[in-house]
């Protein structure tokens, strides 16, 4: 017997997302939910409640478990067919199941890259294409995408946030009397499951046939141009990327409307959904209804550089930023020993394989048979079936981490220029090798994420011209948060290749013994003037780094 689920209406508050689920449930075009919030906020149960209401659309649930295999989701060939009528014929995956319904995944933020691609790909296109061991298939595959996250353990891809069409963020911060009515109806519907479902029953119908009504209702419901106009308006105050953000807010204030049993959109549609659609995609953080989640790279509170880490003769503490133009881009070159060991780190990694002596990547095989090939070179053996593999797609992720220093001491010179020309050659590199960057900027006093985890830019020259330096070097901070953020990356796919280049002057004695960084580390030593500390090398021993120097011949 299948277990029941915790009933929709009878969860303790969470207005936000119950409306938000109530009006997908209405017009499934809307786009989809993500639920983010920390553990026990009832966003599980919600997901799976919403599909017992039995709406058209999302009355069925297919869940996406974090460990699915790419052939469990997109489907693949159905081996009892091929071995016992000797058929070829395709068995559907998760993406078949879901179509018409409501595709639930948990922990979505840690979810492999690879299975985002494929999301992201069958979510725009409502179609999923197989092509696999010489076997050609496609199939529909319209779903209404629900995701739940704990923003703790790492962020959304952003191609992947901007898919879903509402943001909730939830709290689970409850008063008193509601965590004892919590524990209260937990306890009955533990107890005696049918007999609180019947309690609630009249409840969820009246539920059910108010959203059916409002399905109905929204063929008819219009939208003035006024109120068209005061969506966009209110999109470009919160500086939104692009229109879908427009065409979400319209859908979800006329499902608004329906539910209201209104034939016309009106300023308090707006304004009940507004919230909803710009939680995750606000880039204006002064607007006065934001609540945005903190970025990947925010400095804790008390983890502000004091002035005893600062060197005394330059604690430049708080200084307006001052801009350096990049200079030319610059790579790792292969002139030294010790270079030429980082160049083939580095030119490895930017394949995703281990590469042989003459840096040709090898040909790998992955861990998954090609059943297909097999059989059919098992028919010209006398026995047994020889097993063939797959060859593995585009080897491991690689992610640039990139910390650069943004203090006012790199400014003697022309040493901000030649830092800014390095992480441009190697966000190039990155791009044209298809690897993910992140890039870090320590200075001021503070720790800046100047690019955003995604597929490093084409070019980085123009967005890097913009970036000031100034005031003091929290290191240790930008250290820190750096090892964090691999944390949570490798805890989502463990097969990540991190190369994490710290580019620093070095003028800075905070304490940096105990940290160590996930990956391959290279600290590039930046320091101008005829008279140098040598704390670079410090600094590379510390963190078990190679080491390297902006001087002519070691860097081109």
Request: a neutral charge; hydrophobic letters at 40%; charged letters at 20%.
């Amino acid at each position: 017997m299948l277990k029941s689920n915790f009933p929709f209406t009878a969860v303790v508050g969470q207005a936000q997302v119950k409306l938000a689920l109530t009006l997908l449930a209405i017009d499934p075009a809307i786009g989809g939910v993500l639920v983010s919030g920390p553990r026990g906020s009832a966003k599980s149960t919600l997901a799976r409640s919403l599909a017992d209401l039995n709406i058209a659309n999302l009355s069925q649930l297919v869940t996406l478990p974090l460990g699915a295999s790419e052939e469990m989701v997109t489907g693949t060939i159905d081996l009892q067919k091929v071995l016992g009528e000797q058929q070829v014929q395709f068995a559907p995956g998760l993406l078949s199941k879901a179509h018409k319904g409501l595709l639930y995944v948990d922990e979505v933020n840690l979810l492999p890259d690879a299975l985002v691609d494929l999301l992201l790909d069958v979510a725009a296109s409502g179609v999923n294409h197989i092509e696999r061991d010489g076997i050609s298939h496609q199939h529909d595959a319209e779903f209404t995408f629900m995701g739940t996250m704990n923003p703790d353990e790492g962020e959304l891809r952003p191609q992947l946030l901007d898919r879903f069409g509402f943001g909730v963020a939830l709290e689970n911060t409850y008063s008193a009397l509601e965590r004892v009515e919590i524990v209260r109806r937990r306890q009955d519907f533990d107890t005696n499951p049918e007999a609180f479902l019947a309690e609630y029953a009249e409840l969820q119908q009246t539920l059910r046939s108010n959203i059916e009504q409002a399905q109905q209702q929204l063929t008819h419901v219009t939208a003035s141009d006024t109120m068209r106009l005061e969506i966009a308006e209110r999109c470009v105050a919160a500086m939104v990327d692009g229109v879908r953000g427009d065409l979400v807010w319209l859908r979800a204030a006329q499902a608004h409307a329906a539910l209201r049993h209104a034939s016309e959109v009106c300023m308090v549609d707006i304004d009940a959904v507004e919230e909803l659609v710009l939680m995750h995609r606000r880039n204006n953080n002064n607007s006065s209804n934001s609540q945005p989640n903190p970025p990947p790279f925010e400095r804790p509170n008390d983890s502000k550089p004091q002035s005893t880490d600062q060197t005394s003769d330059e604690d430049w503490g708080q200084m307006a930023p001052t801009t350096q133009n990049t200079g030319q881009l610059r790579n790792i070159a292969h002139d030294t020993s010790r270079a030429k060991i980082t160049a083939n780190f580095i030119a490895n990694a930017s394949k995703g394989l281990q590469g042989q002596g003459n840096g040709r990547a090898t040909k790998q095989l992955s861990n998954h048979i090609n059943w297909f090939s097999s059989l059919i070179a098992g028919r010209n053996k006398a026995a047994g079936i020889d097993l063939r593999y797959r060859r593995q797609r585009g080897g491991d992720p690689v992610m640039q981490l990139i910390l650069l220093d943004t203090s006012a001491s790199t400014l003697n010179g022309n040493g901000q220029s030649l830092a800014k020309g390095l992480v441009a050659g190697i966000a190039k590199q990155a791009y044209l090798a298809r690897q993910q960057l992140v890039l870090l900027g320590f200075g001021n006093d503070q720790v800046t994420e100047l690019y955003s985890q995604g597929r490093a830019p084409k070019a980085m020259a123009s967005l890097l011209n913009d970036i000031g330096a100034g005031g003091g070097t929290p290191l240790k901070q930008a250290l820190q948060q750096a090892g964090n953020f691999a944390t949570r990356l490798l805890r989502r796919n463990p097969a990540t290749r991190i190369i994490n280049t710290i580019i620093t002057d070095g003028r800075v004695q905070q304490d940096l013994s105990g940290i160590q960084l996930q990956g391959e580390s290279i600290v590039v030593d930046t320091e101008q003037g005829q008279v140098k500390r040598g704390r670079g090398q410090q600094i590379a021993d510390t963190l078990n780094a190679k080491y390297l120097t902006l001087s002519q011949g070691r860097l081109a």
